[in-house]
């Protein structure tokens, strides 16, 4: 980019302006747009409001409570690129653990169960109210544990397979889960899931009657004025300890075995890195995210429905991670952003403004998955390293090919060429 | 054991139920026979699950049911010569449908990705899988197609309370000599050669002067045929949509992993045995979990057979099992 400014011959304030910037020490360099970014994504709900609601193309921005959304899938599409990114094992039955999330989130925090009364620092919920009723901040937390668990039972017997096998099997699970909480509700005559009306009504967070008191929090989400607003906020919240330990992890012991795997399994099974083990906290982290989003959403909905646990999700989800880039965090999370947003609300606002300013006249969002699908295969055949890439992965991808079709008898790759060479 | 010993007490039990489900398995196995046929030869020669693959099949039914019903006009009361000739002229245009569909998928978003990491190809076959998908609900909306009874429901023999129909004997019967045709081509021809040698080593192969990319492009059409011939004989009898092709996709995958994936024989036994599964599954009385866990069952078995016997059950050991 500067030399391409450069180029042009007439522009040495810019040029000096990006010299005056690398001379910026590093850490405040990366974290000064990060604060940036975080300022205006928390500040979000205050100036939501007084956006303008007719800008071309788009229409309107997103409003909080779509806001909420946004932010639960984009853990979700951070925490699959721990398992596809990172670890190079491609899950195509992520929605198995948003799923597994949302009903433990149904299971620990609402009436579901009326056989037993427990609570558990609920809050916003009347002390006879049958069910059990456990605190939504320890549930995000029980959901990812048993998630994460779920990941690993899954991820036991399957993760020797390589590759495509784990893929369809990973697929597998995606789709069993599902049909399991549709249909367990009287194995054995004992209502577990509700069948296809879902668990609902789902308790709310909240900091109870005492930190009201004290410091003003609110009670309960549910119950509050700005119910949407809160949600938002504790999402953002979620999304930036996501964030934080995906990006420490990366760049931790278990994060470089997970890379040396990705890159080459049998090399790095010869330098001694167990691979069951490493891949299977790959599956396990990933997983966690996964319930503890699913579990996320389903109190922000009061509910967790089997419809919504489609393999149109995984695939969804997957595509995040594609177009960010496999493995690069940040663009994992634009990415994400960006497609949740298309999701929400963005391709039936840019449907709407395409017929109306154009003789065209479709139903964009019918096509939704089309879409998807486009940008799947055209990503993958003219960018497939995303839109931000991993600078690791970018040189993977130039180097060719690591299938059986033509290993390289020498690797060719060094550390210090930024570009790598073509084999 | 106790798979033997359910087949067993329902077989007692209800007799008829039990042959009428037998001859129904049947049916269903010789439809994925030609699905899992698709799978297993592309993923012999690519290592490539064609993810599109299932939605292809798709397609080509509800082509085949614009033809059937709106171009030729045919329905019950059409004489038998009519029905025929119009059944034959449909298959003939979606086999070539499904052929070139399939081909020009591979041309277009597979070839380029030949040294690509294999994943890559993999994701972007979920991706033209989607395309296609919405390619089928844009022209045929989201509506079931079904056509008229064009083959006779008559019984074929009746026995006791089991019978067996023309339209589920026609599936077996426009099977069968499909089956035999591709074994020879496959093995006797030189076109047959130039793939079993392509999908052994595609470089030594190539040195050895075969063309490898007219032979990938070749079993794609080949695939792609055979999800023609599959769609029309769904259409006969069930009824599809344009999603029909992804579970049905995934079921013949299942079959063609179960058989072994890349050998042929292999697709069609697990075909016939996914078929025989579901129709247990679904008709027996005695225990069975019914229609709303089939989904589950069948991936249970994809599952359990990727984990213990990768190689399936004709298959030979691969590396990737390992």
Redesign the interface.
Known sequence: MRDRLRSLGRLEPVDDLFKAWRRVPGRIRTSVPLLALVTLAAGYPYYASSLPTDVPVILAFPDVGAGVTILVFVVMAVGLNVVVGYA?L?D?GYVAFYAIGAYTAGWLASGQFEQVRFHFGSVGISREAQGIHISVWLVLLCAGLITALGGILIGL??L??????L???T???G??IP??V??ADSLHGFDLTHGTFGISPIDSPGFGEGLNNAVGLPVSFAQSFDRARLFYWAALVVLLVTVFCCYRLRDSRLGRAWIAIREDETAAGAMGIPLMRTKTWAYAIGAFFGGVAGAYVASFNSGAFPSQFH?NIS?FL?CMV?LGGMGSLWGVVIGGAILAWLNVEGLANIGAWANAHTPLNVEVA??E?????????LM??FR?VGLIPERRRKR??EE???????DPLYDHRDQDEPTGTRA | MLLCVWLVVNLIKTPSDFFTVLLIGITTGSVYALIALGYTLVYGILQLINFAHGDVFALTGLVSSTFLVSLFGLDETSSVLAILAGLLATLVIVVAFGAFLNATIEFVAYRRLRQAPRLAVLITAVGMSFIVQNVSLAIFGVNFRSIPPLISDANVFKIGDVSYQWNQLFAVLATVPILILLTWLVQSTRHGKAMRATSQDTDAAAIMGVNVNRTISFTFLLAGGLAGVGGLLYLIEFNMRYDTGFELGLIAFTAAVLGGIGNLSGAVLGALLIGLIQAFNEGLSWLAPGSDWTRSIVFGILIAILVFRPEGLLGERTPEGA
């Open positions: 190079g491609l195509l017997p399957t020797r397979l390589r590759g495509d096998y893929a369809i099997v697929l597998g699970f789709e069993i049909q399991f549709r249909n393999f695939i997957l594609i019918k096509y998955f089309g879409i998807y699908g486009v940008i799947i295969v993958m055949l497939p993977e991808l060719g090919s690591h299938g059986p079709i033509d």
